[in-house]
């Protein structure tokens, strides 16, 4: 009797454990430099849960092996120490396989999971090149801008803004329709809206649901959709912005008693933290200013979550900000303000009248200053 009892505890817990473990990830990473190193794989295994694995590596043992579970298929990351990262998908039943040479992570390799491949694929070869191209051409436009390049010159460098931005959709939604990767999906049609600020890809959100099921990255996508669709329907150029319904009352009291006494003010979200939002204040800084006698004032909102690094960067003298209205957001990336908002990536701005009017929105470099010409 007591050794069926011990062979049924033996079995049950196997079972158990079994059902538990559903995928097996095996990294080798080449010339790591001596000395120990630890091996962490996050897994995004839910929306907003994140399950971390850690071992350690060496130069003499490179080879490190995780097992565990995911519900459906998710992102992994694995990083090395401070050596080297890479980002994949992983989803259950799955068996991948990765090897990484210290230094070089253009160098990986990945087999045994055609998802996982893809995936970091997308992210290394695809998206991380397009993202770069696109800022350094943004950055050209207010280079020009701000040191007053010819209106040729500007014009030519935002037609070829535009066509990055028409290859860089029409690469995503191409691969979102043909990818194995609900994950990748996920990451190049969600990145695809908030980089380009466009939501022209209905179709694509509806045919990765037909492909993947309501599995979680999927649910995640139609939300993304969904928020940023009543988003762009609610808050477009020329509808009108209720401030108590969008900020929080230390906020809209402050923007409501700027609105009474000025004719326009730019509402623009920013955190220390945050080189774009910083490479902003020149720009902010001429228009003020240049409009501020005409009825221009800037509220700057804020959105870091440690207040006294708020308060250096207000009050650095590179960068001293002119305006007064200088407020930070007690709830920061959680409050109802970010949420109504559908705040995701900052630098992020509205510049509004009286009645609380938008007349444009999400303005770099010198368009503000382009924009308050034509107004005041």
């Not at 095996?26 to 929306?47: C, E, M, R």
């Not at 191409?174 to 939501?199: C, H, N, P």
Request: some cysteine; overall charge positive.
């Amino acid at each position: 009797m007591k050794l069926l009892i011990i062979f049924c505890l033996g079995f049950c817990n196997y079972s158990v454990y079994s059902q538990q473990i559903n995928f097996f990830v095996q990294i080798k990473v080449n010339g790591l430099p001596p000395g120990t190193y630890p091996a962490i794989l996050a897994v995004l295994n839910d929306v907003n849960k994140t399950t971390r694995y850690t071992d350690t590596i060496s130069s003499d043992k490179n080879i490190v092996k995780f097992y565990g579970s995911v519900n459906d298929e998710a992102k992994a990351t694995i990083t090395i120490g401070r050596q080297m990262s890479l980002t994949f998908s992983i989803g259950n039943k799955d068996s991948v396989f990765i090897e990484l040479t210290s230094g070089r992570r253009e160098e990986y390799k990945i087999w045994g999971s055609e998802k996982a491949k893809q995936m970091a694929d997308y992210l290394y070869h695809a998206f991380i090149p397009q993202s770069i191209s696109l800022n350094k051409q943004t950055a050209f436009i207010d280079s020009l801008q701000l040191h007053q390049g010819s209106d040729f010159q500007i014009l030519q460098a935002k037609i070829r803004r535009d066509s990055l931005y028409y290859e860089y959709y029409k690469f995503n939604v191409a691969f979102a329709d043909t990818t194995q990767s609900a994950e990748a999906v996920y990451w190049a049609l969600s990145r695809y809206m908030e980089d380009t600020g466009k939501i022209n890809i209905s179709p694509q959100v509806e045919y990765a649901v037909y492909r993947f099921g309501e599995i979680a990255s999927m649910k995640a996508l139609v939300s993304d959709y969904e928020i940023k669709q009543k988003s762009f329907s609610a808050l477009n150029v020329n509808s009108k912005m209720e401030i108590k319904e969008y900020f929080e009352p230390v906020l809209s009291n402050k923007i409501n008693s700027r609105l009474k006494t000025n004719k326009l003010v730019l509402i623009d979200f920013w955190a220390s933290w945050c080189t774009p939002c910083r490479e902003e204040f020149p720009f902010l800084k001429r228009a003020f200013q240049q409009y501020h006698s005409k009825k221009f004032d800037i509220v700057s909102i804020s959105l870091d979550s440690d207040k006294s690094q708020w308060q250096k960067a207000v009050n650095n003298s590179s960068e001293f900000l002119l305006w007064e209205n200088q407020l930070i957001d007690p709830k920061g990336w959680n409050s109802k303000t970010v949420k109504k908002l559908n705040i995701k990536a900052i630098p992020r701005n509205y510049l509004i009248d009286s009645s609380g009017k938008i007349y444009a929105k999400d303005l770099r470099g010198a368009e503000l200053i382009e924009i308050l010409g034509k107004l005041l």
